[in-house]
């Protein structure tokens, strides 16, 4: 069981007016902060994960709108009347925990995934970086499960680390320079499709 504990708001949102019962919200908050009843925190799990622990089991919910659907409604004098609307919830659901060879070749889209970039001690490899930030459709979509380092010493050991993953091997270093030649090789052989292709966008952008 938990309790709200705060609310991040729209920043298009009106200040409160400080008047009535209630604050009568314009726009969707982007996050309500909620917290377990007094005797319902756990002490196990998620206690080592960043500021968890240390904020009372704080943590934030974001509420999610439907697609907007058309409803047939009863109406006073015209029978029925059609209205636009749209339901609005918390998304919690069932959790499920994946490896990153099982999201190959899968996409998270808009639905919340978290990862766990946190470095093992023996380092993190390059392909488990390239599978799991490319399931998402931009950067600005990661969620991590926990913060990369706490302390600047943890900051030069993580830059290391991901520094080390992006080394190519001497197997793929060789194969991408092949494949770049090739490349090149075919845009040569195909000078004149490429140009006709290039107009055909360019017409395409003016209309």
């Excluded at 409803?71 to 209205?83: Q, S």
Aim: contains cysteine; proline residues 8%.
């Amino acid at each position: 069981m938990v309790e709200a504990c705060g609310l991040i708001t729209d920043p298009r949102e009106p200040p409160d007016t400080g008047t009535g019962p209630f604050w009568q919200l314009q726009y969707l908050p982007l996050a309500v902060l909620v917290r377990p009843l007094a005797g319902h925190q756990p002490d196990t799990i998620l206690s080592d994960l960043a500021d968890y622990a240390s904020h009372g089991a704080t943590f934030a919910v974001v509420p999610r709108p439907s697609e907007q659907a058309k409803v047939t409604v009863p109406a006073p004098e015209t029978g029925t009347v059609t209205k636009l609307i749209k339901r609005i919830n918390v998304p919690l659901g069932d959790g499920y925990a994946l490896t990153s060879y099982a999201v190959q070749g899968f996409s998270f889209r808009d639905r919340c995934y978290v990862i766990d970039l946190t470095v093992p001690p023996h380092g993190i490899q390059r392909a488990t970086l390239f599978v799991l930030l490319t399931r998402y459709k931009d950067l600005d979509s990661v969620h991590l499960l926990r913060p990369l380092y706490r302390t600047n010493q943890e900051l030069e050991q993580v830059v290391d680390k991901f520094m080390e993953a992006s080394v190519l091997s001497p197997d793929l270093a060789a194969e991408l320079r092949l494949q770049r030649a090739a490349a090149e090789r075919t845009r040569e052989r195909y000078a004149a499709e490429f140009a006709y292709a290039n107009s055909l966008v360019d017409r395409r952008e003016a209309a």
